[in-house]
């Protein structure tokens, strides 16, 4: 049940100039946590309770209150949080359920794993997140869930989507899985809808150390019913009484989590100053800046900016040390695997407009004033400013 994610291990390889500043930088923060993670993992280890042990009930514990939700239910990465919360809420064939074409592939993976209907509906040009206006034109008598993706770390418009999911008893899923720590009207995203899906896979705000997921809601029937999605449907050993899967959190990426989540706040405020300190730097460009929606607390898992001379600069960044990664180059409804559903060019046009002009710029706590400015300084450059 992994995504395929061959794609998303950061080692940039390049023969070009050495790196300034590298896209990403994991093995800082391991450097910062070594001895507290390795004393983590001894535990675990020696303690022997290796699946579903002590640090997963704790962890499930920390992220619900962390969250502002009353259950959580860790499973074995984002994705399958989003497949369990579908099959949760007993989406099946016959079922439509809306989602976004620029994001990650996982929302519309699990929909089809349901075997119901991928509908997408199209983003807003600024904050590249899911447009309520375009999922009213999108919602049918079939309509059973909509998943808004909070992207790069801020929350889609919740209130207009619960507005008209609400009366025609829609379940609203959210993937959170780029906005962990973020708030909408002071409400910590996942607590908001029906369920809420975090990744922690390791690029994430909060990443483990391989992969890890967790299903968070206020409603202790789909609780006890994940919980027992993950361990083959069963409650009692050897007694199945759903359909399930075998999709648990590890225990030792729940102790190393835990390690963690203390921090996430603290990473959290540190990737919104740099945000800042680029944006600052960024002033009269020719580029569009990330801009944060009214309502939302922005935790920036993702800075990008726009611009039409998008490629153009990207390759003048990596000669200068600064690689780069573009996403998402190519909106799901242009993906092949999703040929089948029909849609063509043109059919969702902010999603394409945005493909094309995005580029995601380093973005991680760790980085450094310089680091950030010498990245502003490049792109002041090719502009001639
Ligand atoms: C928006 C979004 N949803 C879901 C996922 C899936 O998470 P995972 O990689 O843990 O399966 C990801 C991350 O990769 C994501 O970015």
């Not at 983590?40 to 962890?59: R, S, T």
Request: proline share 6%; charged share 20%.
């Amino acid at each position: 049940m992994r995504a395929h994610k061959s794609e998303r291990h950061f080692t940039i390889q390049t023969s070009q100039p050495p790196v300034q500043v590298p896209f990403l930088n994991l093995a800082a923060q391991y450097a910062a946590l070594k001895d507290e993670t390795l004393q983590a993992v001894e535990k675990v280890l020696a303690g022997a309770h290796y699946i579903l042990g002590p640090n997963v009930a704790a962890f499930e514990q920390e992220i619900a209150t962390y969250t502002g939700a009353r259950f959580g239910i860790g499973v074995n990465s984002g994705s399958d949080a989003l497949t369990l919360a579908l099959r949760a809420l007993e989406i099946g064939p016959g079922d439509e359920v809306i989602t976004t074409p620029f994001t990650y592939i996982a929302p519309a993976e699990s929909i089809h794993q349901m075997g119901a209907k991928i509908v997408f509906a199209d983003i807003n040009p600024r904050t590249f997140l899911i447009d309520p206006q375009a999922v009213a034109k999108k919602t049918s008598a079939r309509t059973k869930a909509i998943i808004p993706v909070h992207l790069f770390g801020q929350a889609a418009s919740m209130d207009e989507l619960q507005a008209l999911a609400k009366p025609r008893g829609i379940h609203l899923v959210e993937d959170c899985a780029q906005a962990v720590g973020s708030t909408y009207l002071g409400r910590g995203v996942g607590s908001i809808g029906r369920l809420g899906c975090f990744s922690f896979y390791p690029t994430k705000n909060l990443g483990a150390d391989g992969d890890g997921g967790m299903v968070v809601t206020n409603d202790e029937a789909l609780a006890k019913k994940l919980k027992m999605l993950r361990v083959h449907g069963i409650e009692r050993r050897y007694y199945h009484d759903l359909h399930g899967y075998n999709s648990r959190l590890d225990e030792l990426q729940a102790a190393i989590l835990r390690v963690k989540l203390p921090r996430l706040n603290g990473w959290n405020a540190r990737r919104a100053t740099i945000a800042a300190r680029y944006s600052a730097g960024f002033a009269g460009l020719p580029i569009e800046l990330p801009v944060t929606a009214p309502g939302n607390s922005h935790v920036f898992h993702v800075y990008a900016i726009l611009s039409d001379l998008r490629d153009e600069l990207q390759k003048f960044l990596t000669d200068r040390g600064v690689p780069t990664l573009i996403y998402y180059p190519q909106p799901l409804h242009r993906q092949k695997v999703y040929e089948d559903l029909g849609y063509s060019e043109g059919d969702f046009p902010v999603a394409e407009a945005v493909s094309r002009r995005i580029l995601p710029l380093p973005m991680y706590p760790e980085l450094t004033d310089e680091q950030v400015d010498y990245v502003a300084t490049r792109v002041r450059e090719f502009f001639g400013k």
